[in-house]
């Protein structure tokens, strides 16, 4: 996994991939001309790639890891090849996460930390805000990684070791998720700003805000296993300096259009482009409650059935073309914005949080203002309509079943964003969505299996920690329970 022969490539990789960021970020040397790493450079390649660990269109194991999160929470459908949406099993190796962009911001922090090189790194920004906006951005990226297959290296990870690392429990990786996120609001400084920040520009206050949002987010899915730590770190990021996200603050990558695209762009011109569709269950959810948000999810509103047969998938597909391809105009721009984490995403947080009594603020008002700024967000909003909708059996709070109407809404707000509505269903059970048709198991997976280039390299820590994940004899099961998600 961490061989040092990889660190070699690495190395090639970045020199010859940075510069063709230059016109995506404040990159003003060219990487491929020293051996000396450019901080602004590896930034702005780990936060350029944001959009595809959001949500990724590739059917590789090498890609990110959001395809096979969207198609398990059911955002989309598979229209000619069904495997992943009926749960063949995969096993999706991590390495360009490991030996790429989570390896490049622990350079950031090495390289800004060592009294040897901090001076030169401070041509780049603030020691200080390089360190911590890494740390926020490991976290980001190791929360991907430990929601979606359990334990993981962690601690003992990116040390440029000879690929054997212990796997480490995530009870104690969120734990330590909870810690960095709370150092680093207090380690930013009024130095000078960081270059290649293509995300917030430099601007302080918006990244204690995501570090804030994201603490808020991950507290949530301990509500399960440990509610008492979930209120408490809830409560800590809610009022920790500069706060969360508020009205129209949202972490979303602008793309140039130019040398770097938005990534369902990539997707559509890509050999891939008619495999995804917006699932039907997405689709009626939507159509079942009048909601805007059905004319920007899509190209149309009809939704293509979830886990269907490849011959049903090709059957249904051939009969009616006009099926829901993934969002709509604008939003599949080469240049369109993409969302990271959004205001919409954290007032629902704050509205569950409130439903769950570990706040004193109002669950119905931040539930309202988190569906307002999700429409607002994806352009469809109209008072009318959406006091109308908000009024709606369907939607209302007045009833006993608040806090299932809350996460739905999570769920649908999270949108595209495979990982996040992955995550609200297994650890609520909301919505209650339906194995696929076609599948044998008649289970939705709840864990990635280990990848098996971890198999090759770190043969021993690997097999450890897939034993835990024994369901029915088999070892390193998709079906296993990872900590937070109790049964």
Not at 161 to 167: H, K, R, T, W
Not at 381 to 409: M, P, R
Request: net charge negative; proline share 3%.
């Amino acid at each position: 996994m961490f061989s040092k022969r990889y660190f070699l490539i690495l190395i090639i990789i970045t020199a010859l991939s940075c510069s063709k960021f230059s016109d995506f970020g404040n990159i003003n040397q060219n990487p491929g001309a020293t051996t000396e790493p450019i901080p602004s450079a590896l930034l702005t390649n780990v936060l350029a790639t944001l959009g595809n660990d959001t949500w990724d269109a590739a059917f590789t194991g090498s890609a990110g890891l959001t395809t096979v999160s969207g198609l398990y929470c059911q955002y989309f459908s598979e229209t000619q090849y069904t495997e992943l949406s009926t749960y063949a099993k995969t096993n999706i190796n991590w390495d360009n996460y490991y030996l790429g962009k989570l390896y490049d911001l622990q350079t950031i922090i090495n390289y800004n930390s060592d009294q040897a090189t901090s001076a030169k790194a401070a041509i780049y920004g603030s020691n200080n805000n390089q360190i911590a906006i890494a740390r926020i951005l490991k976290v980001y990226l190791f929360s991907l990684l430990t929601d979606s297959y359990g334990d993981l290296p962690y601690f003992g990870a990116l040390k440029a070791d000879n690929g054997i690392v212990i796997f480490d429990a995530q009870e104690l990786i969120y734990n330590d998720f909870f810690k960095e996120l709370s150092e680093v609001v207090e380690q930013f400084d009024n130095g000078n700003a960081v270059l290649g920040d293509i995300l917030f520009n430099g601007d302080v206050i918006m990244w204690r805000k995501f570090a804030n949002s994201l603490h808020a987010l991950l507290a949530l899915h301990l509500s399960q296993v440990n509610p008492a730590m979930a209120s408490s770190e809830f409560n800590a990021a809610l009022y920790a300096q500069d706060g969360v996200f508020e009205f129209n603050e949202n972490a979303q990558l602008n793309y140039p259009g130019v040398n770097y695209y938005n990534p369902v762009y990539v997707y559509y011109v890509s050999a891939l482009q008619l495999r995804l569709a917006v699932s039907q269950t997405m689709t009626d959810w939507l159509l079942g409650r009048s909601d805007n948000r059905i004319n920007a999810y899509g190209t149309a509103s009809l939704g293509f059935p979830y886990g269907l047969t490849r011959d049903s998938a090709l059957s249904f597909s051939n009969a009616n073309p006009g099926w829901a391809r993934i969002l709509q105009g604008e939003n599949t721009s080469s240049s369109a914005p993409f969302p990271i984490l959004t205001s919409a995403e954290v007032f629902l947080a704050r509205a569950e949080a409130a439903q769950r009594k570990w706040t004193t603020e109002d669950a119905a008002t931040l539930y309202k203002n988190g569906i307002a700024e999700s429409w607002k967000y994806w352009g469809v909003y109209d008072d009318v309509a959406f006091n109308s909708y908000i009024l709606q059996s369907y939607i209302s709070l007045t009833d006993n079943d608040a806090l299932q109407k809350i996460c739905e809404q999570e769920w649908t707000a999270h949108y595209p964003n495979g990982p996040r509505g992955w995550t609200v269903w297994r650890r609520t059970g909301y919505p209650n969505l339906i194995p696929a048709i076609g599948s044998i198991s008649n289970k939705i997976p709840t864990r990635f299996s280990y990848g098996n280039n971890e198999y090759s390299t770190n043969t021993e820590n690997v097999s450890n920690a897939a034993a835990q994940y024994n369901v029915n004899g088999e070892t390193d099961s998709q079906y296993g329970i990872i900590w937070w998600d109790t049964p």
